[in-house]
């Protein structure tokens, strides 16, 4: 049996005062990709028509030019209107107004159930407070509604791999990265996959690691003691 080489478990948990990831949570790419939306053309659109497009103006982290108690009124002057409540969740989030956050977005996802960006963006919120079982039921229903959505992948993987929960965590991170390759993620496939014990594998995913990012200093460090049989 190959043993687990110590790099591979320093740093990999802390946070919050408990077992926890310390690598980031995903989410850049959806900031990304909603930054160019124009936030003040709700009107020229049903709100409703589409419960898993996050609106204009209201996917990109710090974009949303109003302020969280503006949204508020809004939202409650127009109570059936999801994409009003989904505003107020991520504009809480950027405040790390957690609760108020949560409490928004599932008021929206009682009017649009199938938003999975809402309950992807919930369930982010949740890991934070330390909610990660409920957090894991928003991401298995954000994946089923939403199965092109990465970071919904990813972050449901990580959760499941702090767990020790290897092979339920392992679909779900190859999905990601049949998403989108990403170095780190194939990073995470490696150590499921050593810790299962499946190390040829696990190399070639560590290979894979490297490729998408060769500068990831741990992957680095365990393909050159690999290489030198150190």
């Known amino acids: 049996m190959r043993s687990m080489p110590w790099t591979i478990v320093s740093g990999w948990f802390f946070t919050f005062g408990r077992l926890r990831p310390t690598r980031a949570l995903p989410g850049a790419s959806i900031s990304r990709a909603t930054q160019d939306a124009d936030p003040m053309s709700d009107s020229s659109r049903d709100p409703n028509s589409d419960p898993d497009d996050p609106g204009p103006g209201c996917g990109a982290e710090g974009f949303d030019p109003m302020e969280p108690a503006d949204l508020r009124r809004r939202a409650e002057a127009e109570p059936g209107n999801w994409a009003w409540w989904f505003r107020l969740g ?10 108020q956050a949560v409490a928004a977005l599932r008021r929206c996802l009682l009017i649009a159930p199938r938003n999975g960006l809402a309950r992807y963006k919930l369930a982010r919120i949740l ?4 909610r990660e079982e409920e957090a894991e039921v928003q991401l298995e229903e954000a994946t089923r509604v939403r199965p092109d959505l990465q970071d919904a992948w990813v972050l449901l993987g990580y959760l499941r791999t702090d767990w020790g929960r290897w092979e339920e965590a392992l679909p779900a991170l190859r999905r990601a990265v049949e998403l989108r390759p990403d170095g780190d993620v194939f990073w995470e496939i490696a150590k499921c996959l050593w810790q299962m014990e499946r190390y040829a594998e696990g190399d070639r995913a560590l290979e894979a690691c490297l490729r998408w990012k060769p500068n990831h200093v741990p992957a680095r460090e365990i393909f050159l003691s690999l290489a030198t049989g150190k």
Not at 90 to 99: I, L, T
Not at 127 to 130: P, R
Request: proline share 0%.
């Open 127 to 130: 890991v934070g407070m330390d």
């Open 90 to 99: 991520v504009r809480c989030d950027v405040h790390a107004y957690d609760r």
